[in-house]
């Protein structure tokens, strides 16, 4: 009896070591005054969530969401659980020359103004493109910032090119042409899934373990539409879902990574850090996802 017990705990505990699991967060949000669809990808991701039971994070932009009923919207994610952080005001790429210190201090410092408010809000920052910097300057000063102001790393685990889907999601949808939506539908959840399959191989090859994922995705009609699918792909391939509260709790989300350019994903950078051979820069791009689309039927000529 007490070999069953040991041997069935031994077995629930090697479930949870090899249970991958992932929080999801959301980029940017947009502005009802330019996308006049905005509230309703808004309510779709949020009822979607609610349905599946998870708590996500969104990082809203100020201006991607406009003004104060951009920012009604975003206010939703907090009063249904969620949280809210920072993604600045500008949405600046660090890694631009033309981009000093002070000025992408300021505009971190207009997100918290906006957002600091609201119900969910944690001060957590998400960097524009994922761009840390390209001197050590820049790169060291909004880390210096960050932790004067009491701010967490708001990183990724799991890069990906939603937003380029979501491209050709709009475009097709324009034309009305629901065979290239339904094989774009089949390349969207496999570069999901391919991604986060890739990012954790490198952790595994790299720290030995599966860290607790954070997933970026954006506030956008093509998440909107397919959540509920890309779930239930997820779920299907042994992943769970958790909150971005407990995914930051791994102490990956604490490195620092003295690299140059700085950014990409952490795990992308722990696999620098390891020497790993053949990453590509960026990590993640549009291009990068002709061939899939080809594979499943989507001829896209750049
Ligand atoms: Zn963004």
Request: proline share 4%.
């Amino acid at each position: 009896m007490l070999k069953k017990i040991i041997l069935s705990l031994c077995l629930g505990l090697s479930n949870i070591a090899i249970a991958k699991s992932v929080a999801l967060s959301f980029d940017d949000g947009l502005d009802p005054l330019i996308n006049l669809e905005a509230q309703q990808i808004n309510n779709d991701i949020l009822n979607t969530l609610k349905q599946n039971n998870i708590h996500a994070i969104v990082y809203p932009n100020i201006s991607r969401i406009g003004g104060t009923e951009g920012l009604n919207i975003i206010s939703k994610w907090g009063k249904q659980g969620h949280r809210i952080g920072n993604h600045g005001n500008l949405h600046l790429n660090l890694n631009k020359n033309e981009v000093n210190l002070p000025n992408y201090l300021q505009d971190i410092q207009q997100g918290h103004q906006a957002f600091s408010s609201l119900k969910g809000f944690v001060p957590r920052y998400r960097f524009p493109f994922l761009k840390e910097g390209n001197t050590i300057e820049k790169r060291e000063g909004v880390r210096k910032w960050l932790i004067n102001h009491n701010y967490q790393s708001g990183a990724v685990s799991i890069d990906a090119s939603d937003w380029y889907y979501n491209q050709l999601f709009l475009k097709y949808q324009q034309e009305n042409d629901q065979n290239s939506l339904d094989k774009l539908k089949q390349a969207y959840i496999f570069h999901l899934l391919d991604r986060a399959k890739y990012y954790d191989d490198l952790a595994l090859q790299t720290l030995g373990r599966s860290p607790k994922h954070v997933l970026l995705l954006h506030v956008r009609a093509i998440n909107a539409a397919w959540l509920e699918d890309i779930i239930s792909s997820f779920n299907k391939q042994g992943w769970k879902f958790i909150d971005s509260d407990t995914a930051y709790q791994d102490p990956i989300y604490k490195i620092q990574p003295q690299l140059l350019p700085a950014g990409e994903s952490i795990v992308w950078n722990i696999a620098q850090i390891y020497g790993v051979k053949n990453l590509r820069y960026p990590a993640e791009d549009a291009p990068y996802e002709y061939s899939n689309l080809k594979k499943n039927g989507l001829n896209i000529t750049p």
